[in-house]
């Protein structure tokens, strides 16, 4: 039996297959057309093995799975007709960064009918911004901490939608005429320690807090004088009817003192009501920052609520064909149908050393957008008509 036909026949994804024994694109083809094991990685076979029985598969049926033979015709074609965006030798560390940014070029703009690219320059107003249970959850509790003072945590994977959410709000504010103040701390050199890089400290956020709200303004010296005129700008500023959001984005590289501090910021208040929210935004090391097994920061994780964005698994159909309708044009146009399990498969990876069960999906918005210029473009390249799970594999 060749090994495609095992696949098929115990349900088990290519892409499943290359993810769980951590074969290379290249090995992988060359695996499943002509039965050819890699030539420098001796554990190969046992790694396909022991993926293929933990996954079901009878070992029995795996004794002669590796022998050498001839391609079959129909294989052979196949295979060379293939359009695969990389040589089929690239090494591990490329394997690695197969989401790296990649241009359509216009040889595909032109097969598929585009203008533009429907990936860049993409979300240039709110209604560019896609929106799925998960997306409309966070829109909903940013604007609810910025109106109503809360504390919350976005989380997500580089490329998941973060950053456009954040600026998603500021453009809901100004368009909806709320009177939100929203201060942004400066994270450009910011890590968890000194040694490499500089600190966010707590008297750095007031400061910045004092300059959004009244730039002219000498920031006070001491820091006993620098909160109590921050102080002061709240409560001048809550009287004239705003209220107050500071936004922390990179938040992971926060010291965990400056988290901690953040309860204080949160305990700023006019009467019963406080005088500013807080949101946090960062990459999932966050919630590890965010633990309640730390005690040193469990008085402020118990104040917070932590939102975490999820892959498109889901909704990955409705978010390819919100971003094409974006740039007036039809998905159907360029992807068969079989593409979207691709995908999905695609964007899973198992952690080295893992098992099947440690799969996880980086099917985020950023991901999915370079894996599918590149399949537009290598389907292009290759004179065919649609993206379609072929392609996908092959990218």
């Not at 769980?20 to 046992?46: F, I, N, Q, T, Y």
């Not at 993926?51 to 590796?66: K, Q, T, W």
């Not at 010296?221 to 809550?238: G, H, I, T, V, W």
């Amino acid at each position: 039996m060749m090994l495609r036909d095992l696949l098929q026949s115990a349900r088990i994804s290519q892409s499943a297959l290359g993810a769980g024994a951590r074969l290379s694109r290249g090995a992988l083809h060359r695996l499943l057309a002509e039965g050819a094991l890699p030539v420098r990685d001796a554990d190969a076979p046992k790694r396909i093995t022991d993926f293929l029985v933990e996954r079901g598969v009878d070992r029995g049926a795996l004794e002669n799975l590796f022998t050498p033979q001839q391609k079959a015709p129909d294989v052979q074609q196949h295979a060379e007709a293939s359009p695969e965006a990389n040589p089929s030798h690239e090494s591990e560390q490329e394997e690695n960064m197969l989401l790296r940014y990649e241009a359509l070029n216009p040889q595909a703009k032109t097969q598929f009918n585009l203008t533009r690219s429907p990936f860049v320059d993409d979300v240039r107003t709110r209604d560019d911004v896609f929106g799925c249970p998960n997306t409309r959850y966070v829109r909903a509790a940013l604007l609810d901490a910025a109106l109503n003072h809360g504390f919350v945590a976005i989380v997500g994977e580089s490329g998941a939608g973060k950053s456009t959410l954040a600026c998603e709000l500021e453009e809901r504010i100004l368009a909806e005429g709320r009177q939100v103040v929203i201060v942004r701390p400066y994270v450009l050199a910011m890590e968890a320690d000194d040694n490499k890089g500089r600190t966010l400290k707590s008297a750095a956020i007031a400061e910045a807090c004092i300059r959004t709200l009244a730039p002219g303004e000498t920031i006070k010296s001491s820091p006993d004088a620098r909160f109590a005129q921050l102080e002061n700008l709240l409560k001048s500023s809550r009287a004239a009817g705003y209220s107050h959001l500071i936004m922390i984005e990179e938040a992971h590289c926060m010291p965990k003192a400056t988290l901690k501090h953040l309860k204080r910021f949160l305990e700023l208040r006019q009467g019963l009501s406080r005088l500013l929210g807080i949101c946090l935004i960062g990459q999932p090391e966050l919630l590890n920052l965010l633990s309640d097994k730390s005690p040193e920061v469990r008085e402020v994780v118990q104040r917070c609520e932590t939102i975490e964005l999820m892959p498109l698994d889901n909704d990955l159909e409705s978010y390819i064909k919100h971003k094409f309708e974006r740039v007036n044009a039809k998905v159907d146009d360029c992807l068969a149908p079989d593409a979207y399990d691709a995908l999905r498969e695609r964007l899973i990876r198992i952690p080295r050393g893992g098992k099947a069960s440690d799969a996880i999906s980086l099917c985020y918005p950023l991901a999915v957008n370079n894996l599918l210029t590149r399949a537009m473009n290598a389907a292009a390249g290759a004179g065919w008509p649609k993206v379609d799970a072929q392609v996908i594999r092959g990218c």
